[in-house]
């Protein structure tokens, strides 16, 4: 994969307004919401896999 893949005007406007609302943010409050997005992160690599899986019928 030699070409990053860019982001959609709309995903770039949302970038933005996500980093507005960081700055605004605690340290605390931004090292909850850390460890929240990497469980939702986690959780979302699981849901892969779990479709792959059934798709390729290896379960």
């Not at 933005?16 to 919401?33: G, I, N, P, Y």
């Not at 997005?37 to 479709?51: A, C, G, T």
């Amino acid at each position: 994969m030699s070409n990053p893949v860019e982001l959609s005007l709309e995903q770039q406007f949302n970038l933005r307004s996500f980093e507005t609302q960081v700055d605004k943010m605690s340290q605390d409050q931004a090292k909850d919401f850390l460890m929240k997005l990497y469980e939702e992160m986690l959780v979302r690599e699981n849901m892969y896999k779990d479709v792959l899986k059934h798709q390729w019928g290896l379960e």
